[in-house]
């Protein structure tokens, strides 16, 4: 699967982002999905991951109350809603993928995860 994020852009303090990230090529049901992120001079971290159908959703702590994953496959798309941004949360954000059926799925680690797009920046100034 081929994965193209968008959506990402220069804000202020509080704003929104809603980040896209589209799959193409293969079924796009047939796979857990996650984003991660990743600030300069960082590694990549966990942000959020939805199983296959939706029914099941990830977060990191801190992000939680802040972020909300969803997905739609009919449009083969996976959201990231962000809201009350802060400056930390300045980064690139990135959206991957991995099959359903491969087992031990550790949502959180980058390592899970055979295919990622190309990332989407995001700025959020003080």
């Known amino acids: 699967v081929q994965l193209q994020a968008s959506g990402g852009g220069l804000v202020q303090t509080g704003d929104s982002l809603r980040l896209s990230c589209v799959g193409s090529?293969?079924?796009?049901?047939?796979?857990?999905m996650g984003w991660f992120r990743q600030a300069p001079g960082k590694e990549r971290e966990f942000v959020a991951a939805?199983?296959?159908?939706?029914?099941?959703?990830y977060y990191t702590d801190s992000m939680k109350a802040r972020f909300t994953i969803s997905r739609d496959n009919a449009k083969r798309t996976v959201y990231l809603q962000m809201n009350a941004l802060k400056p930390e949360d300045t980064a690139v954000y990135y959206c991957a993928a991995t099959e359903y059926y491969r087992v031990g799925y550790d949502y959180n680690l980058v390592n899970t995860y055979r295919y990622w797009g190309q990332g989407t920046q995001v700025t959020v100034s003080s």
């Open positions: 939805i199983t296959w159908r939706g029914g099941t959703t």
């Open positions: 090529g293969r079924t796009f049901s047939d796979y857990h």
